[in-house]
T-cell receptor, first 113, second 114 residues
Framework: GENVEQHPSTLSVQEGDSAVIKCTYS??????FPWYKQELGKRPQLIID?????GEKKDQRIAVTLNKTAKHFSLHITETQPEDSAVYFCAASRNNAGNMLTFGGGTRLMVKP | DTGVSQDPRHKITKRGQNVTFRCDPI?????LYWYRQTLGQGPEFLTY????????KSRLLSDRFSAERPKGSFSTLEIQRTEQGDSAMYLC????????????FGQGTRLTVV
């Protein structure tokens, strides 16, 4: 089955700096890669996703890159703000497998004002 | 609220008791998923329904766990003879049919087995 590794487990940055979170996956058939943000005590919420036919996607301060050959994908947050502080999870799934998500272990991002 | 709703939000039970959780997905979504999340970890897939059919079950789902979605709308997850290791957040998610579509999560049911 799929295995998703996520690094780092914790990340502390100064407000205004950039943050990068990296994930690797094992199943070359995976073709959908979402990123979820989970604040303390709240539900995971999708912030951005990318499909395997695209190498990069951007939405305002958030971008995701995908390298299918190396089987890794990354989340980039620019101009970080204190409200970006949360746990971020990457995930992978296969379209033809009911889209069940395999999650990484999470990254706790702390943005210091 | 048209999001995914779960009930109850919190459940404390004694070891050995049975518990049942309910999930109401977004109404037009025919796919429904159950995940389990322990503290400091990512959600782990448990089981998946397309309409009323349970199409996939994780090896994590022991025979003490059973899930149903009888009319293809709401779903229940029952845990029999609870153990302390069952303590976790149980998350439900739903999505429309089709690959690579967003899964919307509920707030979860936090289970504590004492």
């Amino acid at each position: 089955g799929e295995n998703v590794e996520q690094h780092p487990s914790t990340l502390s940055v100064q407000e205004g700096d950039s943050a990068v979170i990296k994930c690797t996956y094992s199943d070359s058939a995976s073709n959908y890669f979402p990123w979820y943000k989970q604040e303390l005590g709240k539900r995971p919420q999708l912030i951005i996703d990318i499909r395997s036919n695209v190498g990069e996607k951007k939405d305002q301060r958030i971008a995701v890159t995908l390298n299918k050959t190396a089987k890794h994908f990354s989340l980039h947050i620019t101009e970080t703000q204190p409200e970006d502080s949360a746990v971020y999870f990457c995930a992978a799934s296969r379209n033809n497998a009911g889209n069940m998500l395999t999650f990484g272990g999470g990254t706790r991002l702390m943005v210091k004002p | 609220d048209t999001g995914v709703s779960q009930d109850p939000r919190h459940k404390i039970t004694k070891r050995g008791q049975n518990v049942t959780f309910r999930c109401d997905p977004i109404s037009e979504h025919n796919r429904l998923y159950w995940y389990r999340q322990t503290l400091g970890q990512g959600p782990e897939f448990l089981t998946y329904f397309q309409n009323e059919a349970q199409l996939e079950k994780s090896r994590l789902l022991s025979d003490r766990f059973s899930a149903e979605r009888p009319k293809g709308s709401f779903s229940t997850l029952e845990i029999q003879r609870t153990e302390q290791g069952d303590s976790a957040m149980y998350l439900c998610a739903s999505s429309p049919q089709g690959g690579g579509t967003e899964a919307f999560f509920g707030q979860g049911t936090r289970l504590t087995v004492v």
